[in-house]
């Protein structure tokens, strides 16, 4: 019993990282990173999953890699990460609303605290994706070249086992 409920669960959390982390392509957040997560765990239970997490993997790494190679990019990653956590806490703290404010007061910082500490998470999460990004690939050329490499790789088994 207790292996089935495990079961269950993993696959539960699984479905729902890869969820949230398809709407995180769009939204704030780590998008690439929890379809990885939610593949991985799937992937202890589905052949199919395991068949395709490592094209995913590897599309993650790519992105970091990328996400550091210039200090603009740097800089502008670090201050939406920034951004996301001053939001969060404008969020919790929940000022009045202004006089300029022509919607209903209903639209004003919808959520509420929830809002606001899923905002705090995704921007510490995100700075600490930069400070690995940083540490990993900025420049280490052949970081980037290896990453490269197992993606080509992984694309060339991914397509002999579909053909």
Not at 45 to 56: G, K, V
Not at 92 to 103: E, L, S
Not at 123 to 135: D, E, N, T
Request: with cysteine; net charge negative; hydrophobic share 55%.
């Amino acid at each position: 019993m207790i292996s089935a409920t495990k079961r269950i669960a993993l696959e539960v959390i699984g479905w729902l990282l890869v969820v949230a982390g398809i709407a995180a392509l769009v939204l704030p957040g780590p998008g690439l990173l929890m379809i990885f997560g939610g593949m991985a765990i799937l992937s202890q239970q589905y052949e199919w999953a395991e068949r395709r997490l490592a094209p995913i993997k590897y599309r993650a790494l790519k992105g970091a890699a990328e996400s550091v190679e210039t200090w603009p990019r740097i800089l502008m990653s670090s201050t939406l990460a920034v951004g996301l956590v001053a939001c969060g806490a404008v969020w919790i703290v929940r000022p009045d609303m202004p006089d300029w404010w022509w919607f209903s007061e209903t639209w004003w910082l919808p959520g509420g605290m929830v809002t606001g500490i899923t905002q705090i998470a995704s921007g510490v999460v995100a700075m600490a994706l930069i400070v690995y990004s940083f540490r990993r690939f900025h420049n280490k050329p052949e970081a980037v070249a290896e990453i490269e490499a197992e993606i080509k790789e992984a694309d060339a088994e991914f397509r002999e086992l579909h053909d």
